[in-house]
Nanobody, 117 residues
Framework: QVQLVESGGGLVQAGGSLRLSCAASGRTLSRNAMAWFRQAPGKEREFVALINWSSGITYYADSVKGRFTISRDNAKNTVYLQMNSLKPEDTAAYYC??????????WGQGTQVTVSS
């Protein structure tokens, strides 16, 4: 089992920044990657960003490229999402997830990000 604890959400004005953190514990050695997803009210959950845990290679949704940066701290078993130039449409609950053998097996409880216009 892997436990994920997210933090860092909040209320910010458009154009502002937030940094989300996701600390992993438990059986983390089997993970391939960690990712961030988000879900706005009335919408489906969507992919935001992913980082390959061993190589550090990153992938982003087109909607956040150039504004968001995913990174990891191996020593702290933590993944971060730096979000800059936030827009009202970024408002959502943000979830981190762990991929094992190409499948998202574990999810955090979510942290709310609200961007006011």
């Amino acid at each position: 089992q892997v436990q994920l604890v997210e933090s860092g959400g909040g209320l910010v004005q458009a154009g502002g920044s937030l940094r989300l953190s996701c600390a992993a514990s438990g059986r983390t050695l089997s993970r391939n990657a960690m990712a961030w997803f988000r879900q706005a009210p009335g919408k489906e959950r969507e992919f935001v960003a992913l980082i390959n845990w061993s190589s550090g290679i990153t992938y982003y949704a087109d909607s956040v490229k150039g504004r968001f940066t995913i990174s990891r701290d191996n020593a702290k078993n933590t993944v971060y999402l730096q979000m800059n130039s936030l827009k009202p449409e970024d408002t959502a609950a943000y979830y981190c997830a762990v991929a094992v053998a190409g499948k998202y097996e574990y999810w955090g409880q979510g942290t709310q990000v609200t961007v006011s216009s």
